[in-house]
């Protein structure tokens, strides 16, 4: 069983750039410490022949082919623009010439 600190616990926060209160504190090191005595379980496990995954289920990229449709409300979204020219909205200027 791992022995986490209060001291522990600010130092942790601290490289994770958090503002923890005090009072928090107290909360967080035997979180903390359940956190490593899971991880020194998972270290105990031998995986020794076992190929090296990362994700318990195999995940396929579902692509299609990019392609121009027709979308039937572009008048109406073009007729909502505060500004219009031609087929495209008209915005401010963002950026200087």
């Given amino acids: 069983m791992s022995h986490i600190s209060a001291d522990d616990v600010r130092k942790v926060a601290q490289l994770a750039r958090l ?7 107290a909360t967080f090191t035997p979180q903390l410490e359940r956190i490593l ?11 020794e022949g076992l190929p090296p995954t990362t994700r318990a289920v195999e ?19 073009l007729n909502q623009a505060p500004q219009r020219e031609g087929d495209f909205f008209r915005v401010p200027r963002i950026l200087n010439n």
């Fill in 19 to 25: 503002d923890l209160p005090d009072d928090s504190i």
């Fill in 37 to 47: 005595d899971f991880v020194a379980q998972l270290e105990a496990i031998d995986t």
């Fill in 59 to 77: 995940v396929v990229n579902v692509t299609r082919e990019d392609g121009v449709e027709p979308t039937p409300v572009r008048e109406e979204l």
